[in-house]
C-alpha cells in the first residue's frame, strides 16, 4: 500500500511540474519565441499537453509563438523519437519473444 501511494504522489507531482511549461502558458511570446530545446520538450509532453488542453483553453499541444524551423524540427524530433523509439523498442521485445519457440 505504502508503495502505491508513493506512485500517486510521484505522478502528481510530474503532473503539476509539467503543467508550468506547456504550450500556451504564456511563457513564449512574439518578442521571446519558443526555440529548439523547448520544440523538443513540447514534443516529449505532447500527450500530457493534450489531456490539460481539454480542462484549460490556453494549453495547446504546439507552441504558436515559435521560432519556424528549428522549434518544428525539435518538436517532431522528440514526437518521432520517442514514439518511434517505444514502438522499437516494443517490436524487439516481440522478437525475443518469437526466438525462444
Do not use: Q
Not at 511570446?29 to 520538450?41: E, V, Y
Not at 480542462?55 to 518544428?72: A, H, K, Q, S
Amino acid at each position: 500500500m505504502k508503495k502505491y501511494i508513493i506512485i500517486c504522489v510521484a505522478l502528481v507531482l510530474l503532473c503539476v511540474c509539467l503543467a508550468g511549461c506547456m504550450p500556451g502558458d504564456g511563457a513564449n511570446s512574439p518578442i521571446r519565441p519558443a526555440g529548439f530545446f523547448t520544440g523538443i520538450w513540447h514534443g516529449w509532453i505532447a500527450p500530457v499537453s493534450l489531456v490539460f488542453s481539454i480542462f484549460n483553453r490556453n494549453i495547446t499541444i504546439y507552441e504558436v509563438f515559435n521560432t519556424g524551423f528549428l522549434y518544428d524540427l525539435g518538436y517532431y524530433g522528440a514526437i518521432v523519437g520517442g514514439f518511434g523509439g517505444l514502438s522499437f523498442a516494443r517490436g524487439r521485445k516481440k522478437k525475443h519473444r518469437h526466438d525462444d519457440d
